[in-house]
């Protein structure tokens, strides 16, 4: 999808260092490791009781896959395309598919675990444009926050609508929240040392692997 191939099992234990919220890295851990939980919630005594984070409302099984890219129960355009102008402000103008989510596929969130060796892996394609291969570096932590806050943000969301009878998730009236989300900033904790125009160029890791399908 993203013109390189990865060694994924190399990846799965960098989630901890991810510039995303902290829940969201407990969500994704327990999703990779088949723990995860997702709204059970019990009414009455002893057996009697209802299951109701095991499906969603369009009857599919509740899975964070399902959740993030959204059903037809839930439209999430809108707030989708909140995310793809958001990384617009902070990313360069290039066709490079790690710059757009909605593009991501069936495994949304999995690009995260490696962003940075997937855009350093296309270094060969960038020739004569190390320019757009600098800044993709300088963004990569706000771009990576912004992504988290996103799927943050629709989990709880998912998950505040099985919990609490009141609250329905309408994707279009949860715009606004969404863009003050996606505009926050980064907490100084989970900031670290930002690529220099000076980094040297390196070969693409022995854990990745080329291929051509990096643009769109």
Known sequence: MFGVILDSGAHIGRIWTLTIPE???EVLWKEMNGAQVLGHRYYGTGLAKLD???YCLCSDEMKLQ???LGCRAYELQPLLELLTTTLRKVSPDNNFKSLHPDEWGWSPWYPLLALGEIEEAALPMFKGQKGVLRALRRTRQRR???IGNYYWALWKW???EIHE???KFIPRLCESLMEQKLLTPVPAH????EAGDDEKDEAPSA???LTDNAYG
């Open 23 to 25: 829940g969201l890295k």
């Open 52 to 54: 109701m984070g095991c």
């Open 66 to 68: 399902h959740i993030l």
């Open 144 to 146: 990576e926050w912004v």
């Open 158 to 160: 998912r998950m505040k």
């Open 165 to 167: 009878d009141n609250f």
């Open 190 to 193: 989970l900031l670290k040392r």
């Open 207 to 209: 854990k990745v692997r």
